[in-house]
């Protein structure tokens, strides 16, 4: 398996675990000297659609997974991702703070090359295999980072609101 942590970014996060963004972006070159070619994923999203669906880990770890992958696409540009946490896993719930607090910001993808070319010391990849969807501390591409982490903090205290005077009258 190979990863790619490919100038994608991580979109949004919400207070329900809820994520999205894209896990890898067309015809930009990566650390690695990586480019992916629009269309490289099209039996992936296929696959996805017969049931067979990437893992959600955390940086690559495959005794780490944190959730599931709801829905990938290809569009024009890239391959988008909607997951969601699963915030009963201790370590889900740290990967949704680190990312609502903007210490990581990163996704990165492991796959396996179903058909690639070289050139210009350039590899081109036509068809992937997707594996694994990961968050990730370090992508390879700069600018692969978390563009927004959705959160309502208002509404997070109104909720613990209502909370405390449910407990206060039930305590009365």
């Not at 490919?6 to 067309?26: M, R, T, W």
């Not at 049931?51 to 770890?61: F, R, V």
């Not at 024009?76 to 949704?96: D, H, M, N, Q, T």
Request: aromatic content about 10%; glycine content about 6%.
């Amino acid at each position: 398996m190979k990863y790619l942590s490919h100038c994608s970014h991580l979109k949004s996060a919400d207070e329900n675990g809820e994520i999205s963004g894209y896990a890898s972006v067309f015809n930009v070159v990566d650390g690695y000297g990586d480019v992916v070619i629009a269309g490289a994923f099209r039996k992936a999203v296929a696959d996805f659609a017969a049931g067979k669906k990437p893992k959600l880990l955390w940086q690559h770890d495959i005794n780490c997974p944190v959730g599931v992958v709801e829905e990938i696409r290809e569009d024009r540009r890239g391959l988008f991702v909607r997951a969601k946490l699963l915030l009963e896993i201790s370590k889900a719930k740290e990967v949704y703070f680190l990312l609502k607090n903007k210490a990581i910001d990163g996704f990165s993808i492991g796959y396996r090359i179903r058909n690639n070319y070289f050139r210009d010391n350039k590899q081109y990849l036509t068809d992937i295999e997707l594996l694994e969807v990961s968050i990730v501390t370090f992508p390879a591409c700069g600018s692969a980072t978390v563009e927004d982490v959705k959160h309502d903090d208002d509404l997070l205290q109104k909720i613990r609101a209502i909370s405390k005077q449910i407990k206060e009258k039930i305590n009365e």
